[in-house]
């Protein structure tokens, strides 16, 4: 019980009570021809104290799911994004991903994608760099890639695939901050990790996944983007 929620405040004071109306006809005689009474009072105040918790449970999730998350931050050690690139690309290879090329695409960005075939299906991790990342972009690339992916690779529709995607953008935009500060959810088979780098400022910037199912996931992908920062 979260110390700071009301329940913790009120549960207490109800199983205090609740266990001195139980015992008082047993240790003052006058009150045991009311012993049905105070037993009905220890029925009704067990139910109020199970709603207390019931409702506290109700708002700590409805407060979490719309409270604005922030995200990680971590410093960039490239100034410039071919730098960044050339870093990444050599440990994506070495960790036997293989480069599927340069993708055309109307989003105005430069988009590239590095695969890895696994035991847990595809593992892609995608860049996309632009000047300043729009809400366009963020709308479309999505289902721009899903399709691309699905015309490249056949069975990509019958496989579990985890993508990071990282945006790499000169300076911030309100896009880019509504990217990063978004709480991730994961769907079954298809996994994502939408992070994103500024070189204005030289950071890298992590959104969390503050509960929700397949976190596992996530932290998987996690831990490959910060391996190569």
């Known amino acids: 019980?979260?110390?700071?929620?009301?329940?913790?405040?009120?549960?207490?004071?109800?199983?205090?009570?609740?266990?001195?109306?139980?015992?008082?006809?047993?240790?003052?005689?006058?009150?045991?021809?009311?012993?049905?009474?105070?037993?009905?009072?220890?029925?009704?105040?067990s139910l109020a104290a199970l709603l207390v918790c019931i409702a506290d449970a109700i708002y700590s999730a409805v407060r979490i799911s719309t409270e604005t998350p922030l995200p990680d931050r971590y410093q960039l050690n490239q100034l410039e994004y071919p730098?960044?690139?050339?870093?990444?690309?050599?440990?994506?290879?070495?960790?036997?991903?293989?480069?599927?090329?340069?993708?055309?695409?109307?989003?105005?960005?430069?988009?590239?994608?590095y695969l890895r075939r696994g035991f847990l299906g595809m593992e892609c991790f995608l860049f996309l760099h632009a000047d300043e990342y729009s809400q366009e972009m963020e709308d479309a690339y999505g289902s721009f890639f899903w399709d691309y992916l699905c015309r490249r690779h056949p069975d990509a529709p019958?496989?579990?695939?985890?993508?990071?995607?990282?945006?790499?953008?000169?300076?911030?935009t309100p896009a880019f901050e509504a990217r990063v500060n978004a709480n991730i959810q994961q769907v079954q088979y298809h996994y994502h990790l939408p992070a994103g780098v500024c070189f204005s400022n030289r950071t890298v910037y992590v959104p969390p996944q503050n509960g929700g199912r397949y976190k596992s996931r996530y932290k998987e992908m996690r831990k490959t983007l910060l391996r190569y920062i």
């Open 1 to 45: 019980m979260n110390k700071h929620s009301f329940s913790w405040r009120f549960v207490p004071t109800l199983v205090l009570i609740n266990v001195c109306l139980s015992y008082a006809p047993r240790l003052f005689g006058v009150l045991r021809p009311y012993e049905e009474m105070f037993s009905g009072f220890t029925r009704l105040l």
């Open 83 to 113: 730098d960044l690139l050339a870093a990444y690309s050599e440990s994506l290879l070495e960790d036997e991903y293989t480069f599927e090329g340069e993708i055309s695409n109307p989003l105005g960005c430069d988009m590239l994608l």
């Open 158 to 172: 019958g496989q579990e695939i985890s993508l990071l995607s990282l945006v790499c953008i000169q300076h911030l």
